[in-house]
């Protein structure tokens, strides 16, 4: 499965950003999907899950509040809303895919990685 992420950009404080991973090469729909992302001279970290029915999610204390997490099974489309963004939101931003339906705050649970899109937030 190939997965590619699009929606960054460079915006302020206070700014809103819808990002998307869009699957091609399988369905989505049994695999729990997650946003991960990795800033400057740091470990790439959790941001959010969700499974694959859509039911569960999970966020990273960090974002919990400002960002969702959503599918669109039917598109094979994953999204995360950032609402209310901080400059410690910058970032590059990867989606990834387990082959489990049910989600997961470890990147080495997930098989399949997006090559990533980057948001800055500046203050």
């Known amino acids: 499965v190939q997965l590619v992420e699009s929606g960054g950009g460079s915006v302020q404080a206070g700014a809103s950003l819808r990002l998307s991973c869009a699957a091609s090469g399988r369905t989505l729909s049994t695999s729990a999907m997650g946003w991960f992302r990795q800033a400057p001279g740091k470990e790439r970290e959790f941001v959010a899950a969700i499974s694959g029915s859509g039911i569960s999610t999970n966020y990273a204390d960090s974002v919990k509040g400002r960002f969702t997490i959503s599918r669109d099974n039917a598109k094979n489309t994953v999204y995360l809303q950032m609402n209310s963004l901080k400059p410690e939101d910058t970032a590059v931003y990867y989606c990834?895919?387990?082959?489990?339906?049910?989600?997961?705050?470890?990147?080495?649970?997930?098989?399949?990685w997006g090559q990533g899109t980057q948001v800055t937030v500046s203050s």
């Open positions: 990834a895919r387990r082959e489990s339906p049910y989600t997961s705050y470890f990147r080495n649970q997930y098989d399949s």
